[in-house]
Structure formats: structure tokens, C-alpha cells
Antibody, heavy 114, light 108 residues
Framework: QLQLQESGPGLVKPSETLSLTCTVS??????????WNWIRQPPGKGLEWIGN???????NYNPSLKSRVIISLDTAENQFSLKLTSVTAADTAVYYC??????WGQGTLVTVSS | DIQMTQSPSTLSASIGDRVTITCRAS??????LAWYQQKSGEVPKLLIY???TLENGVPSRFSGSGSGTEFTLTISSLQPDDFATYYC??????????FGQGTKVEIK
């Protein structure tokens, strides 16, 4: 059974870079025609799609975040990652990773604060 | 970019009611639409994908319909476990994916 698990710092300082990793178990990240996604949800607000990376490595981003986001695959580690630069308090959210629409991680809260 | 407009934003209903939530896309997305249910503090749960395909284990009182730009999620007989927030999401290939704003289903 495919499982995804987000990991990374729970606290990031303003203006720094938020870095998260999604570790995939129970299946290969390069073993199929899938989009691997990052989604976030600020406290008390709705879901926001951040971007995704295709199994070939090509990435696609939310236009509102595109200038600050990089999503990449690490097939050797069976992981994919999110980097969000120049963070502010508005980037405080629960961050989820997913495979397409059907399999989601449990989410990790990232707080941006000094 | 494709915008998703979900309505209503809040819905008050009683147990046993038939409930319908609508999602409109700013351009055609064929049937690349998913519906999720989210309860407070929980991971969104996939209900419907490809606009009308029920995810494994989801009760049959949930159904989805539509294609192109107009989509609906229907709960045929609202149950106590269904009070939650519902989101639509378009996932039209290489276009940026987007979520609707959410619909909170409350007890009337």
C-alpha cells in the first residue's frame, strides 16, 4: 500500500527558505504515470495547490507562488521535495504531499516566525 | 489559468436532506475533477475522481456528475458523519491544478 510522509523543520524564520521532503513507501516514485504534488492549508483556510512534479521530472507550479517554488524528484531516495524561498508569516500552513488525487500524506505544520 | 468557483460557501441542512454542491471551471476541464471531504484537523478524504467515479470505500449516498465546466457533488441523504467541508479540485494535466474555495456543510 502506497504511503507518503512529509518531513522537515516545523519552524522557519521570515525571509528564509522552507524545505520539505515527501518520502514515498510501498511503491516507486518513478514507476508510473503520476503527478507528485505539494498542497498547503493555512490555519482556518482552504486548500491551496502549490505545484507538482511529473514522474519524468518536469514541474508545474501555482502562478501565485511560481517565483519562489522549486519541486524536484529524488528517484534514488524515492522522495520528492519542496523548496519555498523568502517565506513570510503568510506561508504558515499545514503542508501536504500527494500522489495525484488519491494518496495523501498526513501533513506537517510549518510555522514562519522569528 | 483555470479558476474553480464553488457554491455555496456554507450550507445548512438536516439529517436526511438531499444536498448538492456545485463547482464551475473557468474553462473546460473535461472530467478531470475530484471532490474531497475534510473534517477539522484531518487530511482531506477523496470522495470522487474523474468527476463521477466513487473512490473505494466511500458510501454510495455520495455521487458526482458533470463534465466540461459544470460539476455537482450530491449527497442523497445527509448523515451525521457528513457534516464537514467539501472541496472540488481540477487536475487538468499540465495546467496548474486548482481547488475550489470550499463548502462547509452545517447542521440546520
Amino acid at each position: 500500500q502506497l504511503q507518503l510522509q512529509e518531513s522537515g523543520p516545523g519552524l522557519v524564520k521570515p525571509s528564509e527558505t522552507l524545505s520539505l521532503t515527501c518520502t514515498v513507501s510501498g511503491g516507486s516514485i518513478s514507476g508510473g504515470d503520476y503527478y507528485w504534488n505539494w498542497i498547503r492549508q493555512p490555519p482556518g483556510k482552504g486548500l491551496e495547490w502549490i505545484g507538482n512534479v511529473y514522474f519524468t521530472g518536469g514541474a508545474n507550479y501555482n502562478p501565485s507562488l511560481k517565483s519562489r517554488v522549486i519541486i524536484s524528484l529524488d528517484t534514488a531516495e524515492n522522495q520528492f521535495s519542496l523548496k519555498l524561498t523568502s517565506v513570510t508569516a503568510a506561508d504558515t500552513a499545514v503542508y501536504y504531499c500527494s500522489r495525484a488525487v488519491r494518496v495523501w500524506g498526513q501533513g506537517t505544520l510549518v510555522t514562519v516566525s522569528s | 489559468d483555470i479558476q474553480m468557483t464553488q457554491s455555496p460557501s456554507t450550507l445548512s441542512a438536516s439529517i436526511g436532506d438531499r444536498v448538492t454542491i456545485t463547482c464551475r471551471a473557468s474553462q473546460s476541464i473535461s472530467n478531470w475533477l475530484a471532490w474531497y471531504q475534510q473534517k477539522s484537523g484531518e487530511v482531506p478524504k477523496l470522495l470522487i475522481y474523474r468527476a463521477s467515479t466513487l473512490e473505494n470505500g466511500v458510501p454510495s449516498r455520495f455521487s458526482g456528475s458533470g463534465s466540461g465546466t459544470e460539476f455537482t457533488l450530491t449527497i442523497s441523504s445527509l448523515q451525521p458523519d457528513d457534516f464537514a467541508t467539501y472541496y472540488c479540485q481540477q487536475y487538468n494535466g499540465l495546467s496548474p491544478w486548482t481547488f475550489g474555495q470550499g463548502t462547509k456543510v452545517e447542521i440546520k
